[in-house]
């Protein structure tokens, strides 16, 4: 926690809240930045789901990000009490994408065995055309391989960029210059981020 900044008083916050509401960009940037230790305190809670920290706190950015972009300084609300909200709702909803997409069967895994002794596989009971099949098949085992590889292969900066950009684990999608905004960088840095994971996924497809 000690190399994240203290978080802001209630004068602070409400004083950067004005700043940022009057269209002042740095003011965002404070308010993200000195709130991302109230993140690392929620991501700490779900460290035993098996996710890497830095995605997990990557994850809880976004939903500070959200909290201080809807954040409404009217309520009587502090920011932290709401962001804690947006932030526990965004770790919670990746961790449970995650667990979906774990639990998909493979149309090889094994399900029994026949009367003569045979291994039976989910795909010998697929009432479809075999061509349709195949087709399933190939989409599905593509799509985990792309999920394991994004995890695998990309760095936590790429993995967020390609995130947000296609809506992975169900989550909702944005266009460059949305993330751009959210993340307080460019959009053609966003652009750069996006092209060089595609590239690196490429070669597996």
Same mark, same amino acid.
């Given at each position: 926690?000690?190399?994240?900044?203290?978080?802001?008083t209630?004068?602070?916050?409400?004083y950067?809240?004005q700043?940022?509401t009057?269209?002042?960009l740095?003011?965002?940037?404070?308010?993200i930045?000195r709130?991302?230790?109230?993140?690392?305190?929620?991501?700490?809670?779900?460290?035993?789901?098996?996710?890497?920290?830095?995605?997990?706190?990557?994850?809880?950015t976004i939903?500070?990000?959200k909290?201080v972009?809807?954040?409404?300084?009217?309520k009587?609300?502090r920011?932290?009490?709401?962001?804690?909200?947006?932030?526990?709702n965004e770790v919670?909803m990746?961790l449970?994408a995650k667990?979906k997409i774990?639990?998909?069967v493979s149309l090889?895994?094994?399900?029994?065995?026949d009367r003569?002794g045979?291994?039976?596989?989910?795909?010998d009971?697929?009432?479809?055309?075999?061509?349709?099949?195949h087709?399933k098949?190939?989409?599905?085992?593509?799509?985990?391989?792309?999920y394991?590889k994004v =995890?695998? !292969?990309l760095?936590a #900066? /790429?993995?967020?960029? %390609?995130?947000m950009?296609?809506g992975? &684990?169900? =989550?909702e !999608?944005?266009?460059? #210059? /949305?993330?751009?905004a %959210?993340?307080?960088?460019?959009?053609? &840095?966003?652009?750069?981020i996006e092209?060089?994971?595609?590239e690196k996924?490429?070669?597996?497809f």
């Open positions: 926690m000690k190399s994240f900044p203290q978080p802001l209630a004068a602070e916050e409400r950067y809240m700043k940022y009057e269209g002042d740095e003011a965002k940037h404070i308010l930045e709130n991302l230790r109230l993140v690392a305190h929620i991501v700490k809670k779900y460290q035993s789901a098996g996710d890497d920290t830095e995605d997990l706190l990557s994850i809880g939903g500070l990000i909290a972009v809807t954040f409404d300084p009217d009587s609300t920011l932290g009490t709401y962001a804690a909200r947006c932030i526990e919670l990746h449970r667990r774990s639990r998909e090889y895994e094994p399900i029994g065995t003569e045979n291994e039976i596989q989910l795909f009971i697929i009432e479809t055309e075999e061509d349709d099949a087709r098949i190939e989409l599905h085992d593509d799509i985990q391989t792309l394991n =995890e695998a !292969e760095s #900066r /790429e993995r967020l960029v %390609l995130k950009r296609y992975l &684990y169900n =989550e !999608e944005y266009t460059q #210059r /949305e993330i751009a %959210l993340l307080g960088i460019s959009r053609s &840095y966003v652009s750069r092209k060089s994971a595609i996924l490429r070669e597996y």
